[in-house]
C-alpha cells in the first residue's frame, strides 16, 4: 500500500515498486486510480526520455483477461486501473435495480445511467472494490490463474490513503449497529409487528443486501489485517516533512498496520554552484536529517530516491528508481519486524488473562493498586492530539485526524475509566472495577482512594 503527501509522487513510487517486483519475476499487479494517458506515458518501454517504445508507437497497456491488463513489454507486471466513475455508475444502476419494487411504489423515474454523475468519496469505494476483486479467484487473468505473488496499490494522500484502509473495520460496525443480524430472527412475525407498530417493517431484501455487504467488507479487512500488507510513506523533504510522518505513524499504529518503509522522493543533488538550486538542496537535506532521525526511532528503513530533472516517463526511469528503492524492498521483512516492536506487551509483563484486545494489551495491575491498565503503543503521538471517549462497551481513540473505535475487553467493561497517560509512545488508559459490576466472589479493590 503506497500512501503520502499529496503531491510527492506516490504514484511513480507505486509503479517503480511494482516494476522492481516484475523484474525480480513476481507476478505483480500494480492497482492505481490515475488516469489512463498518465498510467499510459508512465509505463512506457521507451528509454523514459519520450515515452515511445523501440518499434516507435506508444506502449499502452495491452487488452487482458478480466478487469486486468498486461503491461507490454514489462513480463510479469499487470494493470489494474480504478476508473471511479464507471464504477460509481455501475453500482448505482445496480443499485436501482435491486430497490426496483420500492422505487416503483414510490413512483420514483430510475436515473438512466448517462446522466449519472459521480459523487465525492466514490474514488474510496471503487479502490476498495478493485482491491477485493484482485484476491478472488474468479477475476484472475490468464498467466496470473495461481495469484499474484504481490498487489501494490496506489492509494489517495494522507490522511485520506490511511482513513481507506479502516474503511473496512468501521463499515462493519455500521452495519452491526444499524441492520442487527439478529433481528431477522423474527421475520416470521413481521406482519404482525408491522400491524402493531403501524409501520411497514424492514424487508428481508435489507437484510440480505446488509449480509452482503458485511461479507465483503469483512474479506477486505482480512486483507488489510494480513500480515503480508504493508504501507510505504512516501514524503518529499520539506519542513513539514517530519511532523507529517510522525502523525502518519502514529495512525498507522493505531489502525494496526505496519510501516514497511519510507520514501523520501525527487532529492536533488548537493554541491552545485548555483545558489538557488544550492539552497534548495540544503533545505532538503536538513530535512532529511530530521526524517531519519524520525525513521531510526522507529526502526523503519528509509530510502532515499534522486530527482531525474524531469517527470519519469516509461520502464527506464522506473527501473532507475526501483534499483535505488530495492534497498527498501530487500529490507520488507526487517522493517515489519522493527515496525511491529512495541506491538506486543514485553517480557514478563503481567497481563489479565483471558483479556482479548484489538490491539495493544491489558496489564493486570490489582494486587498493586486496584487497577486494570490497557496499553496502547501510539509512538510519534503528541498530547495535544489524542482523543479518548468511552461510550458504553467502547473506546473511541483519535490521534490527528486518525479515529479508532475498539471494542471494550470484557474485563475492562465492568471498569470505569479513571485515568490515562501518554509515556514514551505508549497511552495507558486506567480502567478501575466497578463494585456493582464485577463477579461476585472475586477481589475487586475498593474504588474509594
Not at 250 to 266: C, D
Not at 344 to 370: C, L
Request: proline share 8%.
Amino acid at each position: 500500500m503506497v500512501t503520502g503527501a499529496g503531491g510527492t509522487g506516490r504514484t511513480t513510487v507505486a509503479a517503480a515498486t511494482a516494476c522492481a517486483a516484475a523484474a525480480q519475476g513476481h507476478r505483480t499487479l500494480l492497482l492505481s486510480p490515475e488516469p489512463a494517458r498518465r498510467l499510459a506515458a508512465l509505463l512506457s518501454t521507451g528509454d523514459g526520455a519520450d515515452g515511445t517504445d523501440p518499434t516507435g508507437g506508444p506502449a499502452t497497456p495491452a487488452p487482458g483477461t478480466g478487469a486486468f491488463e498486461a503491461v507490454t513489454g514489462v513480463p510479469g507486471l499487470w494493470l489494474g486501473r480504478v476508473d471511479s466513475g464507471e464504477e460509481f455508475r455501475r453500482q448505482a444502476v445496480d443499485l436501482q435495480q435491486r430497490g426496483k419494487t420500492v422505487l416503483d411504489l414510490l413512483g420514483a423515474v430510475p436515473l438512466d445511467e448517462d446522466e449519472l454523475t459521480e459523487l465525492p468519496g466514490a474514488g474510496t469505494f471503487a479502490l476498495l472494490r478493485a482491491l477485493h476483486a484482485a484476491h478472488r479467484a474468479d477475476a484472475l487473468p490468464a498467466g496470473a490463474e495461481d495469484g499474484w505473488d504481490i498487489v501494490v496499490a496506489d492509494l489517495p494522500p494522507t490522511p485520506e490513503g490511511l482513513n481507506l484502509l479502516a474503511l473496512p473495520e468501521q463499515l462493519r460496525r455500521y452495519l452491526r449497529r444499524l441492520v442487527p443480524a439478529e433481528r431477522q430472527t423474527a421475520r416470521a412475525l413481521r406482519p404482525v409487528l408491522a400491524q402493531l407498530a403501524g409501520a411497514p417493517m424492514p424487508a428481508q431484501w435489507l437484510y440480505e443486501t446488509a449480509t452482503r455487504w458485511s461479507e465483503q467488507l469483512a474479506e477486505l479487512q482480512e486483507i488489510v489485517d494480513s500480515p503480508a500488507t504493508v504501507v510505504r510513506l512516501v514524503t518529499e523533504p520539506g519542513p513539514l516533512a517530519a511532523e507529517s510522518l510522525r502523525t502518519a505513524g502514529a495512525g498507522l499504529r493505531l489502525h494496526g498496520l505496519v510501516l514497511e518503509s519510507v520514501v523520501a522522493n525527487r532529492l536533488l543533488p548537493t554541491g552545485s554552484p548555483d545558489t538557488w538550486l544550492a539552497a534548495l538542496a540544503g533545505q532538503q537535506q536538513a530535512a532529511l536529517r530530521e526524517l531519519r532521525g524520525t525513521c531510526a526511532a522507529d526502526s523503519v528503513p528509509l530510502c532515499e530516491l534522486p530527482h531525474l530533472g524531469r517527470d519519469p516517463r516509461g520502464v527506464g526511469d522506473l527501473t532507475a528508481l526501483a534499483d535505488a528503492a530495492r534497498t527498501a524492498v530487500a529490507s520488507e521483512s526487517a522493517a515489519a519486524a522493527g515496525a511491529g516492536e512495541g506491538l506486543e506487551p514485553p517480557a514478563g509483563a503481567d497481563t489479565a488473562a483471558g483479556a482479548e484486545v484489538a490491539y495493544g494489551w491489558v496489564e493486570d495491575r490489582i494486587a498493586e493498586d486496584g487497577k486494570l491498565v490497557w496499553q496502547l503503543p501510539l509512538p510519534g503521538a503528541g498530547r495535544d492530539e489524542l482523543e479518548l471517549v468511552r461510550r458504553g462497551d467502547e473506546l473511541t481513540v483519535g490521534v490527528g485526524p486518525y479515529r479508532r473505535v475498539l471494542a471494550l475487553p470484557s474485563a475492562l467493561r465492568r471498569c470505569r475509566v479513571t485515568g490515562a497517560g501518554l509515556k514514551g509512545g505508549v497511552l495507558s488508559v486506567r480502567f478501575t472495577p466497578d463494585p456493582q459490576l464485577w463477579p461476585e466472589g472475586s477481589e475487586a479493590p475498593d474504588p474509594a482512594p
